[in-house]
């Protein structure tokens, strides 16, 4: 009996993340009627509206090249349904505004569009098709991090300029870590890099790298008096950093087979606590401790504060936390 209103699933043969299961609705659309009727648009190309609803037949949805135009649709489809499933899972967050509502995402902008982003006027994230049209930006990270400045926005409210825009940056990064690890996709398994997928240079070299922010060649490793005047996306490197260290400790480090090689800025050593407990710390500080205008010196209070309350005042957690953002240079 009402089966039919129950949750429904296609297959998407995605360009990253190989044959995955979609929420779909009969018969058939991209619409995950199991998160909140998150729903995936085709702009073909336009750069306003929603385009079209993907809509099909038969309920198979690309076939893993970006010749197919389903295919950045599935990716899409994909990654939103991954993030909605770490923050209700992880964190008890039911949809970005915690209101089990889905949002929308629309691929297929402009042309040759080489960005993705989120906007809150339509609560919806808009993907790219890359340079060339070959590579759209519809990786599982870029998914994460464009919803993840959808929940920034309705909770910390972190200004992005200043060092709260490195913060809000870096929250989106530490995210997108967070539920690509938490997605275990065999053909995008979890790393602290961010964009390794969609060869946004054209040299095969990720976007972003959270062990030493500075190997991008802009982001900076840790904290100095100035920060906030650089552009948000490398002045999110200390915070990047910041969570790397906290969940793996400094030095050489091999995870999912990539080789981290994390600094510290005091050349103290810095032992991690794992990447489940350093997500729940970031994840509380930004929804109950930080506000618009939280700088690198209120994060590192919110954080120990949280670190405190989740695990006690002297706990190796709370310790690991000072001494992590010791290491990028956010002292007491
Ligand atoms: N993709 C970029 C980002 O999410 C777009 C922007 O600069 N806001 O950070
Ligand atoms: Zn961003």
């Given at each position: ?38 729903k995936?648009y ?9 385009g ?5 037949s038969?309920d ?10 389903e ?24 949809g970005i505004r ?47 991090h ?6 920034t ?41 961010v964009?390794?997928?969609i ?13 030493k ?9 840790a ?10 996306h ?28 994390s ?20 994840f509380k ?11 690198y010196?209120?994060a590192?209070t ?10 006690g005042?002297g ?6 936390v ?11």
């Amino acid at each position: 009996l009402y089966e039919w209103q129950g949750v429904h699933t296609g297959t998407g043969n995605t360009q990253y993340s190989g044959q995955v299961t979609l929420g779909t609705a009969p018969s058939y659309t991209l619409t995950d009627t199991g998160r909140g009727n998150h729903k995936t648009y085709n702009l073909n190309r336009g750069t306003s509206g929603t385009g079209t609803l993907f809509s099909g037949s038969d309920d198979v949805w690309g076939d893993g090249t970006a010749t197919n135009l389903e295919t950045a649709g599935a990716d899409a489809h994909y990654g939103a349904a991954l993030t909605w499933d770490y923050y209700k899972n992880v964190h008890g967050r039911s949809g970005i505004r915690g209101d089990g509502v889905g949002a929308y995402s629309r691929v297929h902008y402009g042309n040759a569009y080489v960005n993705a982003f989120w906007q809150d006027s339509c609560f919806c994230m808009t993907y790219g098709d890359g340079a060339g049209n070959t590579k759209p930006l519809t990786s599982i990270d870029v998914a994460a991090h464009e919803m993840t400045h959808g929940l920034t926005s309705v909770t910390a409210k972190l200004v992005y300029s200043g060092e709260s825009g490195g913060l809000n940056e870096a929250t989106s990064d530490i995210f997108a870590a967070a539920v690509e690890f938490y997605a275990n996709n065999p053909n995008d398994k979890g790393d602290y890099l961010v964009g390794e997928k969609i060869d946004i240079r054209g040299n095969g070299t990720p976007l972003r790298y959270m062990d030493k922010p500075s190997k991008d060649g802009s982001s900076k490793d840790a904290w100095y008096s100035g920060i906030g005047s650089i552009d948000v996306h490398y002045s999110s490197g200390p915070a990047n950093h910041f969570f790397y260290l906290l969940s793996e400790g400094s030095g050489v480090k091999t995870v999912n087979g990539v080789t981290y090689d994390s600094p510290t800025s005091d050349g103290l050593p810095v032992t991690g606590i794992g990447i489940d407990k350093a997500r729940l710390i970031w994840f509380k500080a930004l929804t109950t401790k930080w506000g618009s205008s939280t700088n690198y010196a209120g994060a590192r209070t919110g954080t120990v504060a949280v670190a405190e309350e989740l695990y006690g005042a002297g706990s190796p957690e709370a310790l690991a936390v000072q001494h992590a953002w010791a290491a990028v240079n956010v002292g007491t």
